[in-house]
């Protein structure tokens, strides 16, 4: 579902959050949505000496561990 920043600010607002907040909030979803968020670091492999695991993968993996399961 497409929701203008406008729109997503006056929807967070009717749920109480701050006007200013939720316009914030809002120009941030903008930003992630347009890949302005989109950064690589090494930080991961950094403090854990282990690459970054994908989502889908820890999913995965959770699954076959039968930590998790699925539906």
């Known amino acids: 579902m497409k929701i203008s920043e406008d729109n ?3 929807g967070m607002s009717t749920f109480g ?10 120009e941030l979803d903008t930003a992630v949505k347009n890949g302005q968020e989109e950064r690589l ?4 492999l950094d403090i854990t000496g282990h690459s970054p695991t994908r989502f889908e993968d820890f999913v995965e993996k959770c ?8 539906k």
């Open 8 to 10: 997503l600010a006056k």
């Open 17 to 26: 959050i701050p006007e200013d907040y939720a316009r914030m909030l809002a």
């Open 63 to 70: 699954v076959e561990s039968g930590v998790w399961t699925k």
């Open 41 to 44: 670091n090494s930080v991961v």
